[in-house]
């Protein structure tokens, strides 16, 4: 009698067994897996996105680069603009890393690892960006003029051009680019890397 209760028992258990697993089998193989099966992400040889940013890299790169920031109100007024040489820069970012990690409780093994990637420097888990720098990017911007005078922005929002945009005063309803002051900036940039200081005039030109 006993075992004729048993054997259905074991059935049963190996059922259940097989009924739970089906349903995991299932989980990992639901509708995200299946349309990844179906749709695949292509693999791309050349990305738009590598080459915008490491064409952004190669521009602001360039030490007799001239740009141009616009610092706002909050409420889209531009308050204040300014040539910028180079490059903006956040107000938090350093040449040195942030973080420094303690020997203490690491093996050598733990201590080193990751030192294989790019921008690695012993002692911190922080890794240098691709502008060469430490840190995150933060709300308050520092940068340089043509001329090597120093501006820090933290009031508000700013936006950085390329270009020299014309704005209806006060407010940003309109844009476009000012080729009379772009010129003079070309201009600009070409006797800098000349060596050629500008003159009070070009400068005021370039901020107008």
């Given at each position: ?14 059922v ?10 299932d ?11 179906s749709q ?10 590598r080459?915008?940013?490491?064409g952004y ?20 007024k531009?308050?204040?603009?300014s040539?910028v040489?180079?490059k ?8 040195e ?29 922080e890794?240098?960006?691709p ?13 340089m ?8 922005w ?26 009379d ?28």
């Amino acid at each position: 009698m006993k075992k004729k209760v048993l054997i259905p028992v074991v059935i049963i258990l190996i059922v259940a067994i097989v009924v739970f697993s089906a349903g995991c089998i299932d989980l990992e193989n639901g509708e995200r897996a299946q349309m990844l099966d179906s749709q695949s992400t292509p693999t791309i040889e050349q990305s738009n996105e590598r080459e915008i940013f490491l064409g952004y890299l190669e521009e602001v790169n360039d030490p007799n680069n001239i740009q141009w920031i616009y610092c706002c109100s909050y409420d889209g007024k531009v308050l204040f603009k300014s040539a910028v040489m180079g490059k903006t820069l956040s107000a938090t970012k350093s040449t040195e890393p942030y973080e420094r990690v303690s020997y203490d409780g690491h093996s050598s093994e733990e201590y080193y690892a990751g030192q294989e990637f790019a921008g690695y420097v012993p002692g911190t888990a922080e890794l240098m960006n691709p502008s060469g720098m430490y840190g995150h990017d933060t709300p308050g911007v520092i940068w340089m003029d043509p001329q090597g005078n120093y501006y820090e922005w933290h009031g508000g929002p700013y936006f950085v051009s390329s270009v020299p945009l014309k704005f209806e005063t006060p407010v940003i309803s309109y844009q476009n680019v000012d080729f009379d002051v772009y010129q003079l900036a070309l201009l600009a940039e070409e006797k800098l890397r000349n060596g050629i200081p500008l003159t009070n005039e070009e400068m005021l030109c370039l901020n107008s």
